[in-house]
């Protein structure tokens, strides 16, 4: 059983810093792309940043220059660094995985999402 757990979010003033994990667990084998996306009420998930595996990253343009995406490998750790947080920010963030696992083989899988909150 795999699972990705999101955690860090919260409640923060317009203009501060919030950083999100997500930890992958279970029988994983390997971690290609890893990704963050966003859904605030009424409207559509959205995808925030990806990484690859090598380091890659990209970005909404809503995001870039504000959000740094980064994992650690060796722990099946992808983060979310955001910074001059606005209230447009506030969402639901959901970290998903292209995800090889010994019994499933490669699938996309889903965290339980983190609710950010940034008060104008």
């Known amino acids: 059983q795999v699972q990705l757990v999101e955690s860090g979010g919260g409640l923060v003033q317009a203009g501060g810093s919030l950083r999100l994990s997500c930890a992958a667990s279970g029988s994983i084998v390997m971690i290609n792309a890893m990704y963050w996306h966003r859904q605030a009420p009424g409207n559509q998930r959205e995808l925030v940043a990806t990484i690859t595996r090598g380091g890659s990253t990209d970005y909404a343009d809503s995001v870039k220059g504000r959000f740094t995406i980064s994992r650690d490998n060796a722990k099946n750790t992808v983060y979310l660094q955001m910074n001059s947080l606005k209230a447009a920010d506030t969402a639901v963030y959901y970290c998903?995985?292209?995800?090889?696992?010994?019994?499933?083989?490669?699938?996309?899988?889903w965290g339980q999402g983190t609710q950010v909150t940034v008060s104008s």
């Open positions: 998903n995985a292209d995800l090889l696992s010994a019994y499933g083989g490669w699938k996309n899988y």
